[in-house]
């Protein structure tokens, strides 16, 4: 095979996964930043991020066109945006339906997914310190914290669409944490996929174009200064790092039990089952007040723990072929 061929396989393989990230970041409780662990692209894509600097600027100004693509990685960029773009596109009425129709054993398949990757992210901690256990034990209780919030439905101003498009791409790129349910908690989901729903249909007042302009601006501010963040976090604090985002995963679980009562009245909540005193000194958000464990073995039940399997050992090896986990270096200066 070429090196030109070559080339045109990886950006295939780019845009696959591309796709995977764009159909998790429209889920509400999956993250797109999740699915680039898995793939073993994340430390790359947040280099290539971060690349958007002076430097960058220098060699755009000097007419360095070839220096400036390799600075930011700009074929790989190109192809993975390709992929998401395609993949919120393509994905959307699909996961909809999923979701709608089908909603605990998409969720198993999530559920399954993320326990697996998990294991893997934490065999990328190569020595667990007591810094890093208490490190993994936070992301896990402010993850768990987040994810049990009340999601919210308020219109927002543009100044407050900047905000919560900073936030929610931060929340993107972070794995275990949703972008799309931090908007649900902010209460700008709905307001942000109505437009872009109407977009293709030029619907699309003055008003909603200033809010679609305000979101995308915070996104971009969001995403070039916190990637820098984290790819600094990444090269000085690597195992506290991964010990973090590894807690993240884990806690944002309770967002993918599932059996839920909100969606099956098929079981007593789980907050019944604590005790009183528990009850009375945690705080809301930490109390699965709609979540459950199921009393008796059905099908439907022994479908979601088969299809939890599934995905569990389908990510388990797929890691196993590809010679175990290996976390990609940055990119040189």
């Not at 936030?167 to 949703?178: C, D, H, R, T, V």
């Amino acid at each position: 095979m070429t090196k030109k061929q070559n080339g045109w396989k990886k950006d295939g393989g780019n845009c696959i996964r591309g796709l995977l990230m764009g159909g998790a970041d429209i889920i509400p409780g999956v993250s797109g930043g999740t699915v680039a662990l898995i793939l073993g692209i994340y430390t790359r894509l947040i280099t290539a991020i971060s690349h958007v600097d002076s430097q960058l600027l220098a060699h755009l100004r000097d007419r360095e066109w070839r220096r400036a693509a390799r600075h930011v990685d700009l074929r790989f960029l190109i192809a993975l945006g390709i992929g998401i773009g395609a993949g919120i596109v393509s994905l959307g009425s699909l996961m909809h339906l999923l979701l709608e129709d089908y909603r605990p054993q998409t969720l198993s398949l999530f559920f399954g997914l993320i326990v697996a990757s998990s294991l893997i992210v934490a065999r990328l901690v190569q020595r667990w310190s007591w810094a890093a256990i208490l490190l993994a034990i936070l992301g896990v209780f402010v993850a768990y914290a987040v994810t049990g919030g009340r999601e919210l439905d308020n219109p927002a101003s543009p100044l407050a669409l900047f905000f919560c498009g900073m936030l929610a791409i931060s929340a993107m790129i972070l794995p275990g944490i949703s972008g799309a349910f931090i908007m649900l908690l902010l209460g700008v989901y709905k307001q942000i996929t109505g437009i872009l729903k109407d977009l293709p249909k030029g619907d699309l007042s003055g008003e909603g174009l200033l809010a679609l302009i305000a979101f995308a601006a915070g996104c971009v501010v969001g995403l070039l200064s916190f990637s820098k963040i984290l790819r600094w976090l990444l090269s000085q604090y690597h195992d506290a790092t991964m010990a973090l985002l590894c807690g993240f995963m884990v806690g944002s679980l309770r967002k993918l039990w599932p059996f839920d009562n909100r969606f099956s009245q098929k079981g007593e909540p789980l907050s019944e089952r604590l005790p009183e005193w528990l009850t009375r000194s945690l705080p809301d958000c930490l109390i699965p007040d709609e979540l459950f464990i199921p009393d008796t073995f059905t099908a439907q039940v022994g479908l979601c723990l088969l299809l939890a399997l599934a995905a569990a050992a389908f990510v388990l090896a797929l890691e196993w072929l590809s010679g175990g986990p290996e976390e990609q270096k940055p990119l040189e200066e």
